[in-house]
């Protein structure tokens, strides 16, 4: 069956908008970066950063991705069961992976399982890899796209503590983590944190928590107060940018939680590197689209 002038004009836009989040970082992170970069004192740790902000002006200049690592592409699309493309959707994402990885162009990053063969266009088994979230009247949709890299996707683990360990025991989980692979990641760092019941929950919510617009908070007092200080304590290590010491550690941390089985908690950390490419764009049932993530820019 052919596709609708629709689905290819969705997928046209998204494959665009896919390559625009490969070389231009979202507002918040150029934010943040810009404010740890003025923080900085020591002249390596200054030199780096200098060296990050011409690589994103070389990027923009020359049209090209902002790491070589363009990742493997993950797509979180929050869907109103109104939507008339719905049912296209996996589809269109698919296609818009292939789209962007020729256009922009993105390294190739999907290899089979088993095979151990690179497919050369992006798509392989599950990848571009979907989380869904159906909105009941709605006819909207609002995908994010991110690009895992290898580097800071090394560090991502969960597990499942026992009912003493506390979140004294979460908290020790994430700064072992950090501690032992972060420096893998190329900081600053934006490190999630997900509280869950198992191991799957906990790293779902802790992907959803890296993913979270820096400088916003947890909204549970807590919770926040938790983000508070894992990034204190963080700082305090010093890892600066590209681990070569500094000020700062991250650009932010965030904490999301469910409720969770009495007798156990589970604990799962995500971290996005200084080159965290992702992005958010919503369409309208007539597919006229709005960029939440990237303001000032056109696709
Ligand atoms: S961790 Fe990020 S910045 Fe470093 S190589 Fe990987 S994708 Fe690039």
């Not at 990641?185 to 820096?214: D, E, N, Y």
Request: glycine share 10%; net charge negative.
């Amino acid at each position: 069956m052919e596709a609708s002038s629709g689905h290819q004009l969705m997928a046209e836009t998204l494959g665009k908008f896919v390559s625009l989040v490969s070389k231009r970082l979202p507002d918040d992170v150029m934010a943040k970066l810009t404010e740890l970069k003025g923080i900085e004192t020591e002249p390596l740790a200054k030199s780096l950063y200098a060296c990050m902000f011409e690589n994103m002006e070389k990027a923009e200049s020359l049209n090209r991705p902002t790491c070589q690592d363009t990742g493997v592409i993950q797509f979180f699309v929050r869907a109103g069961a109104k939507f008339p493309y719905l049912g296209e959707l996996r589809g269109i994402l698919k296609e818009a992976t292939i789209l962007s990885t020729k256009q922009a162009p993105l390294r190739l990053n999907a290899v089979e399982p088993f095979d151990e063969k690179n497919t050369g266009t992006n798509v392989g088994t599950k990848v571009p890899w979907i989380e869904w979230d159906i909105v009941s009247d709605d006819d909207s949709v609002e995908i994010e796209v991110y690009m895992a890299g290898g580097g800071c996707s090394l560090p991502g683990r969960s597990i499942v503590l026992p009912p003493l360990a506390g979140y004294e025991g979460a908290v020790k989980f994430v700064f072992d983590t950090i501690v032992e692979w972060g420096i893998n990641a190329c900081p600053p760092l934006t490190v999630g944190v997900g509280i869950g019941t198992c191991s799957t929950s906990a790293a779902k919510l802790s992907k959803m928590a890296m993913l979270r617009k820096l400088g916003s908070s947890n909204p549970h007092p807590r919770a926040a107060e938790m983000e508070r200080r894992i990034q204190e304590g963080l700082d305090a290590i010093g890892l600066g940018p590209q681990g070569i010491s500094g000020h700062r550690s991250v650009l932010g941390v965030h904490v999301e939680g469910m409720a969770h089985h009495p007798s156990v908690l589970g604990v799962g950390v995500t971290v996005g590197c200084w080159a965290n490419r992702h992005g958010i764009i919503q369409f309208n049932k007539n597919l006229q689209y709005t960029m939440i993530s990237h303001q000032g820019v056109e696709l």
